[in-house]
């Protein structure tokens, strides 16, 4: 089964920047897959907050409206591995962020139930 190593959390003021990274275990066509990150918040649910499409539909991006113009998702094709590019934080953004690929070929991302362990932001003064 594949695994999603998620990393780059850590406390961040304010204000502040982080870049999170994630790269799976082992998997064969990294970039036909379309690529999002997800976040927890206790008492609630999981939600999307960017989706990097497929690179059969044109690696189009897409952003949850509260994170739109700080969050900026990525991919390098050549490490596997997917990035989340988060500036202008604030403490609602904190949260335990979580990657995830969605369907072959997919201009949009879906989820199953093998998340990994996630990485822990938390944006605090």
């Known amino acids: 089964q594949v695994r999603f190593v998620e990393s780059g959390g850590g406390l961040v003021r304010p204000g502040g920047s982080r870049r999170l990274s994630c790269k799976p275990s082992s998997i064969t066509g990294f970039s036909n897959y379309p690529w999002g990150w997800w976040r927890q918040v206790p008492g609630k649910e999981r939600e999307l907050v960017a989706c990097?499409?497929?690179?059969?539909?044109?690696?189009?991006?897409t952003y949850a409206n509260d994170v739109k113009g700080r969050f900026t998702i990525s991919r390098q094709n050549a490490k596997n591995t997917v990035f989340l590019e988060m500036s202008l934080l604030k403490p609602e953004d904190t949260g335990v962020y979580y990657c995830?690929?969605?369907?072959?070929?997919?201009?949009?991302?879906?989820?199953?139930?093998?998340w990994g362990q996630g990485t822990q932001v938390t944006v605090s003064s």
């Open positions: 995830m690929p969605g369907k072959w070929g997919d201009s949009h991302c879906t989820a199953d139930d093998a």
């Open positions: 990097l499409s497929s690179i059969t539909t044109n690696s189009v991006p």
